[in-house]
């Protein structure tokens, strides 16, 4: 076994064995309609023609169907190339595995280059393979920006290390390219620059100040080049202040025990986690596990187990502010991919850690039951994005306060043609979050299908007070007043529409 694992490419196939053994049933899994709505349904011919190759990088996420206040061309440009494959649900399954597969390759990597010992790696980034927490990034198709995000980002890793070790030119290109492509996968890279001047710092007394100042210039280029393209192209809407960022941040800071809780014991994971419906109890143990390790094992302020935990909490934070106002904010757990890393180098690059010998049974044996335990877990939870009905039935039955959740489920049940139910739904949405968006509308429109025009009128006059800009609502209003005989209000609405 050992004479196995000295080989690169045996420990590959192994991580990629693991991978299929508990994701690989996904590829036969459906949309579960949670955001593959606009890019791979309503956007499909554009996103299917790669002569629109540059056009990704000239609009935001949900262009041309509808407008987001997001610049991620990468993550669109991820679709483009996967549906030159193939573009049913299979094929983009397909495309996310291959993705988290080369991801957990790209940890055993970076984490070999930081000086982890072999075995080590190898059952860090196993336990990175399976972790629960990993599930939506895997098997949700949206998910997978997170996994691009990650290769950029410990690419860049890996070459900033081997460009202080080395001061060669092409490194320092592998550093700007890396982080070039992965801040236009998501606006998260920023955070990365805490961890790449802490890595330094570790170093600072073998190196010269002028190799940061060289990286630091090129970084700080790229994010300024990053930033004003994406203002160019987000126009038509406001981003939040400094301030107000920071303000949301405070807002949403108790939710970091909330996703602490879910590295160590990822027990309570749901596709919706609502703060109100959410256990904090794990979390506390979670902390309380990682201050007496610290002590315990004797971790020094400057080291590779700061690098962790300055890590975990860089590249959480962003995931903390919203365009959401708090009360409807939702902490979705595809956020924790890649600070569940920090949480692992924490562990991984400890002395303690390094110096237990895994050849030995009683060393292996605790680590294969929790590689075993998530894996199972992995396994079962992930049934619950096989299809639309089995996630939004577990949202809700999670996240019972959550208007999403009920919307959602709503929504679904209107595909299938379960109008009842999806009234039920829509009802108890509005009843949580009376301002939600696109509610009122589609329950007008059940309304309007079922010729209840009194109803349906109530509520596309309630969707416009929320969203004046709902063409769809000003158009069937438009039809119920011409149902009506009334012309000139007809005459209004339509032409409202059309303005729209």
Not at 305 to 332: C, E, H, K
Not at 375 to 400: G, R, T
Request: charged letters at 15%; one cysteine or more.
């Amino acid at each position: 076994m050992t004479k196995f694992l000295n080989s690169k490419w045996a420990v590959f196939c192994l991580l990629v064995v693991i991978v299929l053994a508990v994701f690989g049933r996904a590829i036969w899994f459906d949309y579960v309609q949670f955001d593959e709505g606009i890019p791979l349904i309503n956007n499909r011919f554009f996103i299917s023609d790669i002569s629109n190759f540059l056009e990704v990088f000239k609009h935001d996420i949900n262009y041309p169907s509808a407008v987001a206040p997001y610049y991620r061309p990468i993550f669109i440009l991820s679709f483009m190339l996967n549906s030159q494959l193939g573009s049913s649900p299979l094929a983009y399954h397909l495309g996310n595995i291959l993705f988290h597969i080369l991801v957990v390759i790209m940890l055993f990597w970076f984490l070999s280059e930081l000086g982890v010992k072999k075995s080590v790696s190898i059952l860090s980034s196993v336990l990175f393979a399976v972790h629960p927490a990993v599930i939506p990034v895997v098997v949700w198709i949206p998910g997978r920006t997170e996994a691009i995000l990650a290769i950029f980002v410990l690419l860049s890793l890996v070459f900033f290390i081997k460009f202080l070790k080395t001061a060669h030119w092409y490194y320092l290109i592998g550093v700007f390219l890396s982080f070039g492509i992965a801040i236009f996968t998501k606006e998260t890279t920023v955070a990365l620059l805490p961890i790449l001047f802490f890595y330094y710092l570790m170093h600072r007394n073998e190196k010269g100040s002028e190799m940061l100042v060289t990286v630091s210039s090129g970084l700080v280029l790229i994010i300024v080049a990053w930033f004003f393209i994406r203002k160019s192209i987000i126009t038509q809407i406001n981003d939040l202040s400094f301030f107000e960022m920071l303000n949301v941040l405070w807002s949403n800071s108790s939710a970091a025990i909330l996703y602490l809780g879910k590295t160590l014991l990822p027990f309570n994971l749901t596709g919706l986690p609502v703060l109100e419906n959410s256990l904090f109890i794990y979390g506390f143990i979670t902390l309380t596990v990682l201050v007496l390790y610290w002590i315990f094992a004797k971790i020094k302020l400057i080291s590779l187990g700061t690098l962790g935990l300055i890590w975990f909490v860089a590249l959480l934070a962003p995931s903390l502010v919203s365009y959401n106002m708090p009360d409807n904010m939702i902490f979705f757990e595809y956020r924790l991919y890649l600070p569940l890393m920090g949480i692992l180098i924490f562990f991984a690059s400890s002395d303690l850690i390094q110096k237990l010998d895994f050849k030995k049974l009683k060393v292996l044996v605790p680590g294969l039951v929790v590689i075993v335990l998530f894996s199972s877990l992995s396994f079962i939870y992930s049934s619950a994005y096989k299809d639309k009905m089995s996630f939004w039935q577990k949202a809700v039955a999670d996240s019972p306060s959550s208007s999403d959740a009920h919307n959602g489920l709503a929504t679904a049940y209107l595909m299938d043609g379960k109008l009842e139910e999806a009234e039920a739904e829509f009802i108890k949405t509005t009843e949580i979050n009376p301002k939600e968006k696109r509610v009122h509308l589609l329950l007008g429109l059940y309304y309007l299908d079922q010729e209840i025009y009194d109803k349906a009128k109530t509520e596309f006059e309630k969707e416009i007070e929320i969203d004046p800009k709902s063409f769809v609502a000003y158009h069937s209003l438009g039809r119920i007043y011409g149902q009506n005989k009334n012309l000139k209000e007809a005459e209004v609405n339509f032409l409202k529409a059309f303005e729209i």
